[in-house]
């Protein structure tokens, strides 16, 4: 849950400044996980700062800085510092200028994210102890292991186009998986962009880690996420949680009318040919 800027001490917002040089503070108006984030300019330039206190807070962020500094990719932000101080751990991040990406059909970000998704799916998990599926969904299956770095929260809100490239932000929910859970877990953003279902399954079906899933485990799995959003959202009045229900319920309905692993992509390679099913992409459930 995100607090202000102004109830951080000034232990360390002294340490802040004297790092950068300055403290010009924008509040980031996306993301609730972190406690403090935003952009912080000085003389030195512009830093993006995430710190937390709590006990839980402390934990995740430090686990967040850990990823960070092992995923040397160029699709990551580095680490440019950090420190603990008056009971806070802050973490100065490379900042990102830019959108957020669009990942409407045929939008160049969704280019952009097509090709970060095939370095991921090729990235093995750094030797940080992190998320299982099972700790990180909920649910699992033992096709879902592996040893593929997975962020699991691909959502546009994580996504900056910079004029560098697209750069992932916010790995506080890496997992160690296998590759296709990556792109198994974009779905809903992808359907809540606009694709329909049907669309979602033949853009990823051109990702090498889909197609190494078996169907019929994308069965499962679309499933069981649905289950799981539906089970939150019905205790939540929450509209992110509304949306996350639909979103993961169109891609499970799609994928159960179309057949026991017959949606599009997983196992055959380069054969899309799955058997869809005319007016059932995009149907409301
Ligand atoms: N390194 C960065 N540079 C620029 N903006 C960033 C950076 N990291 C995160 N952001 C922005 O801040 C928002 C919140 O940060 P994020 O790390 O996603 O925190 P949360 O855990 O609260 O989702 C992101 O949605 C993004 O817009
Ligand atoms: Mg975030």
Sequence with gaps: MRIDWTALPEAVTKEVADRVGGLRVVPATTGDHAEIAATVTGTSGTVFVKAA?????????RFERRVSEAVSGPHSPAVAWHFEAAGWLAVGFEHCAGPHADLSPGSPGLELLGGALTVLGETPAPDVPLFSPQARLGFDHPAMSGDTLVHTDLGPANLIVTRHGLRIVDWAMATRAAPWVEPAML??????????PEQADRWLARQPAW??????????????????????????????????????????AYRIKTGPGGSVGGGDGED??????????GGQV
Excluded at 53 to 60: K, L, T, W
Excluded at 214 to 241: E, I, Q, Y
Excluded at 272 to 281: D, L, M
């Design 211 to 252: 197609r190494s899933a078996d169907p019929v485990v994308l069965d499962h799995f679309a499933a069981k996420n649905a289950a799981k959003w539906a089970s939150k959202s019905a205790g939540s009045t929450a509209p992110w949680m509304r949306d996350l229900a639909a979103w993961t319920a169109q891609w499970s």
């Design 53 to 61: 206190r709590s006990d839980f807070g402390v934990r995740s962020l």
């Design 187 to 196: 779905t809903p953003w992808l359907i809540g962009a606009g694709h329909t």
């Design 272 to 281: 899309y040919g799955g058997c869809h099913v005319e007016g059932v992409a």
